[in-house]
């Protein structure tokens, strides 16, 4: 045999020992390896990382939470252009390999032995899967075998489509961004769909080296990149020439974009926040709870200007407390230094920060923070008298220049008008809570001018005292122990000597005065201070405590004496509104909710709201209808009729107190809320103590809201800032919008309801010829009688005055 064949066999013999033991070593390692390998059956049912995610009735989004930023899509929804990107620039051979690319392999190996480097790992998409899921990202080669196993294991149990969808939503492309349908939200603030191909090419080159080729943090480095993506893409096929040179030229406007929310509901947000964190635990943050609320966005809208309205409004009746900051000459001709200094400043809800370069006769010009400039009228600017104390104010100003200075740094905000305004933001603090009363949904809150400027939700946090708000409950149960709206009280000083007190109490009425026997209708209409204490006083303390708990208070958190009529104790507008709405649906204790339901992130309803309802014959299946049901399937379809709310509260009662309440906003303290022109509206104003606390609370059979107003740290509002003044426009402004297109909705009168004619001084019967007569409304078993109008007749007979029975009570 000659040396070339012995040499040809010995070869041959090697290579074939070389391959053999290369096949020993391959199945030890996969030997040693594959027990600890995970199973891929867990990736079919992979549960991403997706943050919760709040909305409104109709769902729209009011608030995010979770470190990471994700929105999971299904293959087909991903635009095959970003498909194309990803290819090009990370596993072009994505389709043909079945997991490992050997040519990529290879690549990575010249290139370790040739520099010593791993930054070329080699690694298709697959393995960039396998890594993400299961594996640490340490450079290590038992890691490598690991992930080159798993990746046969995924691409032999799972189609390609899967993979990638699995990679597109999972991968992590900076802040906090992961997957591609976040990154597009992230950089650039719009869904996957509406991106240019440009900024495609921009995300596609992310997965690489997320900070270095990072479009907000180097934006130098990320043009390099996303112009990589761009070529690669043209030399494979899959962009024209036409459409690579109009992309390549395209300039990027990359910037982080927060979670737009669509619904200006966040003390709503935190409130739901709370709550799933409180359920699930940490989990919320990451297992894609979509939580939607009862808020219906056109009122919670109506909410938030209606209270950033009032806010601004009683600000401006105190005066004008000068420029956030003023920026000295030489600064004014330096750009940077004025983009710093309004940047120290924020938006606080629709104020803005801005740097007044020019002050005229009759206008000022401002720039804001983005360099555009505005005019203020000298009618924007008249309303800045100067502030001297919550009671006192400078003279009004002639022009701009008696307010405003080149250089002062100051909030305009954008008027209903179209015009800028100076601005200033408010120092007092309100909030404002609607709900349905027919079963306690929460149709607005608002519990602050802003959100990010405090987060003290006023409307659930906030204990204030109610003051005259509270009389309504006080009378209800007089009513319920034997009073009418009749009923003739004396309003006149009256001094009470406590032991439990420093001193005597000598309560009196707003106006300082006494104005004698005063019919009970009459003193809720204008809130007597003397003629609730005294009814009070009849119908007993104790008993009224004990009443109070029908509307939801707790007996033991209210004081045991006579202030209780005049609302000494503390109370959140979220409780007041509860309580109100007793009397807005005919008599219910509702619990109020905001949380219609929740689901999970592939849609399942975890959980669904089935509030009890305010009424007396709900709806639902009958008895009847259960009886008449002899399919099994069908008897299973029928609607499960609604639980119904407690009555707590007789509908009489209910209406009584509506009637009076009516009368309140018809010639009472609520009058100016005629301007809405409707007469189905009920409520009472608040006031305590030096005008510390201003209310307004008031209702039709379908929407019940309170407003209130105060500081924080509790001091007087000023003179005058009656609950009629400060809180009243705010109810008045959200109702307008609330009740918008809606028909007049009062409660129906119950049976035993009857109108009587009465002596307007007196609160007796009254025949049709005495001219103090007035109709009032009683229960007809409280009704007066007309008894003293009899008289014995010639003939021995009782005879009836002209104004008999038959005909007076209705």
Same mark, same amino acid.
């Given at each position: 045999m000659s040396l070339f064949f012995r040499l040809l066999r010995y070869t041959a013999l090697a290579t074939a020992a070389s391959l053999f033991s290369a096949s020993l070593i391959v199945a030890g390692v996969y030997l040693y390896l594959a027990p600890g390998l995970p199973e891929i059956e867990t990736l079919r049912d992979a549960r991403l990382q997706v943050p919760l995610r709040v909305y409104s009735n109709d769902g729209q989004l009011i608030s995010e939470y979770g470190e990471i930023r994700r929105i999971p899509l299904r293959y087909e929804e991903f635009p095959q252009t970003l498909v194309a990107a990803i290819l090009a620039a990370e596993d072009n051979r994505f389709f043909e390999h079945p997991g490992v690319d050997y040519q990529g392999l290879l690549r990575a190996a010249i290139n370790l032995v040739q520099t010593g480097d791993r930054s070329q790992g080699?690694?298709?998409?697959?393995?960039?899967?396998? %890594?993400?899921?299961?594996?640490?990202?340490?450079?290590?080669?038992?890691?490598?075998?690991?992930?080159?196993l798993l990746s046969f294991k995924i691409e032999a149990e799972l189609s390609k489509e899967a993979i990638l969808e699995l990679y597109l939503n999972k991968i992590y492309l900076g802040h906090r961004a992961y997957g591609f349908a976040a990154a597009a939200q992230v950089y650039y603030g719009r869904p996957l769909e509406a991106l240019s191909l440009a900024e495609i090419a921009m995300i596609a080159g992310l997965p690489k080296a997320p900070s270095a080729y990072n479009p907000v943090s180097n934006p130098r480095r990320a043009l390099l990149r996303r112009d990589y993506v761009l070529r690669r893409m043209l030399e494979v096929g899959y962009l024209d020439q036409a459409s690579f040179n109009e992309a390549i030229n395209s300039p990027d406007i990359a910037r982080l974009h927060v979670a737009h929310t669509a619904v200006d509901?966040?003390?709503?947000?935190?409130?739901?926040?709370?709550?799933?964190?409180?359920?699930?635990?940490?989990?919320?943050?990451? /297992?894609?709870?979509?939580?939607?609320?009862?808020?219906?966005?056109?009122?919670?809208?109506?909410?938030?200007?209606?209270? %950033?309205?009032?806010?601004i409004a009683y600000d401006r009746r105190h005066g004008y407390r000068g420029p956030l900051a003023r920026l000295q000459p030489e600064q004014l001709s330096d750009d940077e230094a004025i983009r710093a200094a309004l940047a120290q400043q924020?938006?606080?809800? @629709?104020?803005?920060?801005?740097?007044?370069?020019?002050?005229?006769?009759?206008?000022?010009?401002?720039?804001?923070?983005? $360099?555009?400039?505005q005019q203020i009228a000298s009618e924007g600017i008249r309303w800045a008298q100067r502030y001297i104390s919550v009671n006192r104010v400078g003279p009004e100003p002639n022009n701009p220049a008696d307010v405003l200075g080149v250089g002062d740094i100051v909030h305009i905000r954008l008027a209903e008008s179209g015009h800028w305004e100076l601005s200033q933001l408010p120092e007092v603090a309100g909030a404002l809570v609607s709900l349905r009363p027919e079963d306690g949904a929460v149709l607005a809150l608002v519990g602050g001018f802003d959100f990010f400027h405090s987060k003290y939700n006023r409307a659930t946090q906030a204990e204030r005292q109610p003051g005259s708000i509270f009389k309504p409950f006080v009378y209800s149960a007089a009513l319920e122990h034997g009073f009418t709206p009749a009923s003739v009280i004396n309003d006149a000083p009256v001094v009470f000597d406590d032991s439990n007190l420093e001193?005597?109490? *000598?309560?009196?009425?707003?106006?300082?005065?006494?104005y004698g026997p005063t019919r009970f209708r009459e003193a809720l209409v204008h809130s007597r201070n003397l003629v609730s204490i005294r009814v009070m006083e009849s119908t007993g303390i104790a008993r009224t405590v004990r009443y109070m708990e029908r509307f939801g208070f707790n007996p033991q958190a209210l004081p045991r004496d006579l202030s209780l009529s005049l609302g000494?104790?503390?109370?959140?507008?979220?409780?007041?509104?509860?309580?109100?709405?007793?009397?807005?649906?005919? =008599?219910?204790?509702?619990?109020?909710?905001?949380?219609?339901?929740?689901? $999970? /992130? /592939?849609?399942?309803?975890?959980?669904?709201?089935?509030?009890?309802?305010?009424?007396?014959?709900?709806? =639902?299946?009958?008895?009847?209808?259960?009886?008449?049901? @002899?399919?099994?399937?069908?008897?299973?379809?029928?609607?499960?009729?609604?639980?119904?709310?407690?009555?707590?509260? $007789?509908?009489?009662?209910?209406?009584?107190?509506?009637?009076?309440?009516? /009368?309140?906003?018809?010639?009472?303290?609520?009058?100016?809320?005629?301007?809405?022109? *409707?007469? @189905?509206?009920?409520?009472?104003?608040?006031t305590t103590n030096e005008q510390r606390d201003a209310w307004f609370a008031g209702y039709n059979a379908d929407v019940v809201s309170t407003a209130w107003v105060g500081f924080d740290n509790p001091q007087p509002l000023g003179n005058q800032e009656t609950g009629a003044r400060a809180a009243l426009p705010m109810w008045i402004d959200y109702m307008r919008k609330a009740l918008? $297109? %809606?028909?007049?909705?009062?409660?129906?009168?119950?049976?035993?309801?009857?109108?009587?004619r009465i002596d307007a001084r007196t609160g007796d019967y009254a025949s049709s010829d005495n001219p103090n007569a007035i109709f009032e409304l009683f229960r007809s078993e409280n009704a007066p009688q007309p008894t003293s109008l009899y008289s014995p007749g010639s003939d021995g007979d009782d005879q009836r005055g002209s104004g008999g029975v038959t005909e007076d009570i209705f």
């Open positions: 080699g690694s298709t998409i697959t393995m960039q899967v396998a %890594r993400n899921f299961f594996l640490s990202r340490e450079r290590t080669y038992t890691r490598k075998l690991n992930e080159i509901a966040h003390y709503v947000g935190e409130m739901v926040r709370t709550e799933m964190l409180r359920q699930f635990g940490d989990e919320a943050y990451t /297992d894609g709870l979509h939580v939607y609320t009862t808020i219906q966005p056109n009122h919670q809208h109506a909410a938030n200007q209606a209270l %950033r309205n009032s806010l924020r938006n606080v809800a @629709d104020l803005h920060p801005a740097l007044v370069t020019h002050v005229a006769d009759d206008h000022a010009i401002v720039r804001l923070s983005d $360099d555009s400039e001193s005597e109490w *000598r309560p009196s009425n707003y106006s300082g005065r006494f000494s104790h503390s109370i959140t507008p979220y409780d007041l509104v509860r309580a109100y709405a007793v009397f807005a649906n005919g =008599g219910f204790l509702i619990e109020p909710y905001f949380i219609d339901r929740i689901e $999970d /992130d /592939d849609g399942n309803i975890l959980f669904q709201a089935k509030p009890p309802l305010a009424c007396d014959n709900c709806s =639902g299946t009958s008895d009847e209808d259960i009886l008449l049901t @002899d399919n099994l399937e069908q008897l299973l379809s029928l609607p499960e009729p609604p639980v119904q709310a407690a009555r707590t509260i $007789d509908a009489r009662n209910a209406y009584l107190m509506q009637s009076i309440m009516a /009368d309140v906003i018809r010639s009472g303290t609520g009058r100016a809320a005629l301007r809405l022109g *409707r007469n @189905d509206l009920g409520g009472k104003t608040g918008r $297109d %809606r028909p007049e909705h009062s409660l129906a009168q119950p049976e035993g309801i009857v109108s009587v």
